[in-house]
């Protein structure tokens, strides 16, 4: 009888571990889905970022109707479209990012008497 409930026991402890090792391994996976999903977030906020510091030093820098101005990041290419500024960054990555900036009056009059 005690060899009888001493395999039960056994069999009991196995199957508890067995069951509490499920659970943590279900824990871990989830934990390391969240924790690969946030770098994910993180590198393309970081892209992003990069994409428009580039988008706003050019702005300053497009004196023309249109051109492109090369950084170590990436591209941006630029147009003047009447009191709009379009931007197209192209990272290194090939990833693209358009912008949409709205020109002062001063600044599209100038441009406009530089341009004729």
Do not use: W
């Amino acid at each position: 009888m005690f060899t009888l409930l001493r395999r039960q026991v056994k069999a009991g402890i196995l199957l508890y571990a067995l069951l509490m090792a499920a659970i943590f391994a279900l824990l871990l996976q989830f934990y390391l889905g969240r924790v690969v999903a946030s770098e994910c977030q993180h590198q393309a906020q970081i892209k992003s970022a990069q994409a428009y510091l580039m988008a706003e030093m050019s702005k300053d820098l497009a004196d023309e109707e249109s051109g492109q101005c090369q950084f170590d990041k990436g591209l941006v290419t630029y147009q003047h479209k009447d009191d709009v500024l379009v931007e197209t960054v192209t990272l290194e990555s090939k990833e693209e990012f358009h912008y949409t900036f709205y020109l002062p009056k001063k600044e599209n009059q100038a441009l406009e008497k530089e341009s004729h």
